[in-house]
């Protein structure tokens, strides 16, 4: 009868450990990775604020590992999100617009980001007191093809004016934004149409000021400077995890629009982490006050994007409305 015990007890013994084995050696259940864009600029400022909470590692601490990928310029973002290397994205609706028509429709719009935020500025010395006087100037822009340019191109043809690529007399010069500010110091250009916060800056810097403010610049400054794509693969294969970042979006957007200053240091030291300056607090503080936080699209401006994309030549057709927004965008 020992025996008999001793066997049972060495049994029950060699179950367990062989049980303990098997339970350490299985694989843990793999996480998904989920790679996001944006730029380190006010006007993604949703996508700064919650990389700065931790919004998204918190809300999938369990389920995901989230990571934030810094762009300077939306070719740059359009070519990793065709690589598959960015799964969400921060940009400008024009960007986004180029990656959905060549992507045939992959790559979609989910939702708006912020509203205006670009001025048109002229040059204090330039001799330019309306739009019209642009005629045989120099105007800066800080990338061929991008939002700026566009509502510059818009502007122009509102006031019966063309770039010299066109016939016309409006020379068009593509430079980043701190160059734009050296190239009105010196002279090299007679305006800029540029976002926040080198609006504020270059105006700041005292050689110009604004033309054109943020609502007189396009569409009564109902157009939008920052939007979140999406591809059709990330959506089709995580429907619940862009539900839950468009929640995310949506309540971080509320929360910068009810707690501004808070919102706009946390946005600052994110800036700094990310170009190693910080704005000045006034600088900052116009920045703001000239865009909107806004998640709500309004599909007619973007349209409108499309139509003078295609008549200028960025893009070979205009898109349907349904290949250009998601299911799930804010309406």
């Given at each position: 009868?020992?025996?008999?015990?001793?066997?049972?007890?060495?049994?029950?013994?060699?179950?367990?450990?062989?049980?303990?084995?098997?339970?350490?050696?299985s694989p843990k259940e793999e996480k998904t990775s989920v790679h996001i864009a944006y730029f380190p600029n006010i006007t993604h400022a949703q996508a700064l604020t919650m990389k700065s909470k931790k919004t998204l590692e918190e809300k999938w601490k369990d389920r995901c590992d989230v990571?934030?990928?810094?762009?300077?310029?939306?070719?740059a973002?359009?070519?990793?999100?065709?690589?598959?290397?960015?799964?969400?994205?921060?940009?400008?609706?024009?960007?986004?617009?180029?990656?959905n028509v060549k992507s045939n429709g992959d790559v979609k719009i989910i939702s708006n980001a912020t509203?205006?935020?670009s001025v048109l500025l002229k040059r204090k010395d330039a001799?330019?007191?309306?739009?019209?006087?642009?005629?045989?100037?120099?105007?800066?822009?800080?990338?061929?093809g991008n939002t700026?340019?566009?509502?510059?191109?818009?502007?122009?043809?509102?006031?019966?004016?063309?770039?010299?690529?066109?016939?016309?007399?409006?020379?068009?010069?593509?430079?980043?934004n701190a160059d734009i500010l050296n190239l009105i110091d010196n002279g090299s250009v007679d305006a800029a149409l540029v976002p926040e916060p080198w609006g504020t800056t270059i105006e700041k810097n005292g050689n110009a000021e604004v033309l054109l403010n943020e609502k007189e610049v396009f569409m009564n400054g109902d157009y939008p400077v920052a939007v979140v794509v999406a591809s059709n693969d990330f959506m089709?294969?995580?429907?619940?995890?862009?539900k839950e970042f468009l929640e995310a979006h949506e309540d971080t957007s509320l929360y910068i629009n009810q707690n501004t200053g808070e919102a706009a240091n946390i946005i600052n030291a994110e800036i700094k982490e990310a170009t190693g300056k910080s704005l000045e607090t006034?600088?900052?503080?116009?920045?703001?006050s000239r865009m909107t936080i806004n998640t709500k699209m309004n599909k007619k401006t973007i349209l409108e994007f499309a139509r003078i994309s295609n008549e200028e030549g960025f893009i070979n057709k205009i898109p349907e409305e349904k290949d250009v927004f998601a299911d799930t965008i804010s309406q």
């Open positions: 009868m020992k025996r008999i015990g001793k066997s049972i007890i060495t049994m029950a013994l060699l179950v367990t450990m062989i049980l303990s084995l098997t339970a350490c050696g990571s934030w990928k810094s762009f300077n310029a939306g070719p973002e359009m070519e990793a999100i065709f690589a598959g290397e960015i799964d969400l994205g921060y940009i400008g609706p024009v960007p986004a617009l180029s990656a509203d205006a935020g001799n330019i007191q309306s739009v019209k006087e642009l005629d045989g100037k120099k105007v800066a822009v800080p990338q061929v700026q340019h566009l509502c510059l191109l818009h502007i122009l043809e509102e006031n019966g004016l063309k770039t010299t690529d066109k016939g016309g007399t409006v020379t068009v010069n593509a430079s980043s089709k294969e995580h429907p619940d995890l862009v006034d600088i900052l503080k116009s920045a703001f």
